[in-house]
């Protein structure tokens, strides 16, 4: 079982930046495929951005050109660096594990961008 914590949600203004972590235990992390993905109020839980084991990258259409995930296998962390902050991008943001067929959700954490 993968356990996750994220961390490095809060207010920022418009045309800022964040970067969330998501620290991750219980599994063996340099073989897991993460995801990040939000939710916003309203609205379906949405693809942000996704990594492979092998550091292969996706990302939501909201994410292109703005948001950047990586991963530090050292760390068992993941982040996902945010630049270019709109007030669109106001939501829960949760890491996501898939492992054995089994997919993992850490609590979330919100980001808050103010115009």
């Known amino acids: 079982q993968v356990q996750l914590v994220e961390s490095g949600g809060g207010l920022v203004q418009a045309g800022g930046s964040l970067r969330l972590s998501c620290v991750a235990s219980g599994g063996t992390f340099s073989t897991i495929p993460f995801a990040w993905y939000r939710q916003a109020q309203g609205k379906q839980r949405e693809l942000v951005a996704g990594?492979?084991?092998?550091?292969?990258?996706n990302y939501g259409n909201s994410a292109k050109g703005r948001f950047t995930i990586s991963r530090v296998n050292a760390k068992n962390t993941v982040y996902l660096q945010m630049d270019s902050l709109t007030p669109e991008d106001t939501a829960v943001y949760y890491c996501?594990?898939?492992?054995?067929?089994?997919?993992?959700w850490g609590q979330g954490t919100q980001v808050t961008v103010s115009s």
């Open positions: 996501s594990a898939l492992q054995y067929g089994s997919t993992y």
């Open positions: 990594i492979t084991s092998h550091g292969g990258t």
